[in-house]
């Protein structure tokens, strides 16, 4: 019976069409981050600065064929200039903090003094391509933390599944890619957090007859195609 309902597991891993969370706990766009929208809404004088702080690996810190870094086509400016052309009268900060290489365990340990120092109002999180490295269970350990302390300061959290890599088997549910993915769903209907699910945007145009290599500038970095995906998908939490 356990094999059986793993298998089912699995393959729910593999074809997703968006995770499910009934029954769960997941934060929702509706409602999330309408504090924060209602300060970028507001006009001077009565308005503020918000800050918005995109922490992980080399995706956010804008790397396309390394060592090139592409600030300006990469999913946090973006966001940024999606933000600001959807709330005019908005001061608004996005702040990357990312660093090329980098796991989740690194990223925790300098959490604090690099990011909750921002005062952020929001904070993403993307590590799930380098986390295969460190494990699920160390990447666990070090994505609660950072949750954790987000959440203790006041920023609202938004969690990233990965971006693909052109050597990962999308298809297979046992590929360590997908296995973080799933991780990173879990984590977000646990902490009542924001979800950006990556990984099942790539996969369903993939689905659809589109291929990987048009989203990617190298084997595991997106180019401008692929980082819209990702930016139009956090745009969806921000109305």
Same mark, same amino acid.
């Given at each position: 019976? +356990? =094999?059986?309902?793993?298998?089912? =597991? ?8 968006? $995770? ?22 507001? %006009?001077?004088? %009565? @308005?503020?600065?918000? @800050?918005?702080?995109? !922490? ?10 390394? $060592? ?9 400016? /973006? ?20 660093? #090329? ?11 604090? &003094? ?15 391509? @380098?986390?295969?490295?460190?494990? /699920? ?21 938004? /969690?990233?599944?990965?971006? $693909?890599?052109? #050597?990962?088997? /999308? ?7 997908? =296995? !973080?993915?799933?991780?990173? +769903? &879990? ?15 790539? =996969?369903? &145009?993939? +689905? ?12 595991? !970095?997106?180019? &401008? ?8 998908? *956090? *745009?969806?939490?921000?109305?």
């Amino acid at each position: 019976m +356990r =094999q059986v309902v793993l298998l089912l =597991q699995m393959v729910l891993w593999a074809y997703p069409e968006g $995770p499910d969370i009934s029954g769960s706990a997941t934060a929702t766009p509706d409602t999330y981050l309408q504090s924060v929208t209602a300060e970028l809404s507001r %006009q001077w004088p %009565q @308005n503020r600065t918000v @800050n918005i702080v995109c !922490h992980g690996h080399s995706v956010p810190a804008g790397y396309f064929r390394t $060592p090139v870094v592409d600030t300006f086509n990469a999913y946090p400016h /973006l966001l940024h200039r999606g933000l600001k052309e959807r709330f005019p009268y908005a001061v608004v900060n996005v702040v990357v903090t990312a660093i #090329g290489g980098e796991h989740s365990e690194a990223g925790a340990k300098r959490f604090e &003094r690099d990011v909750l120092a921002l005062r952020p109002d929001v904070v993403t999180i993307d590590y799930g391509l @380098n986390d295969r490295g460190v494990g /699920l269970l160390r990447a666990e350990t070090a994505w609660k933390a950072m949750i954790a302390q987000a959440k203790a300061a006041g920023a609202r959290v938004i /969690l990233l599944t990965p971006t $693909p890599e052109t #050597g990962a088997k /999308l298809d297979d549910p046992t590929d360590l890619l997908n =296995q !973080h993915a799933e991780q990173i +769903r &879990r984590l977000a209907r646990e902490n009542s957090v924001a979800l950006v699910d990556s990984l099942v945007e790539f =996969q369903t &145009r993939l +689905r659809a007859g589109e291929s990987l290599e048009s989203c990617m500038s190298q084997s595991n !970095h997106p180019n &401008r195609k692929g980082h819209e995906i990702v930016a139009a998908e *956090l *745009l969806k939490w921000f109305h």
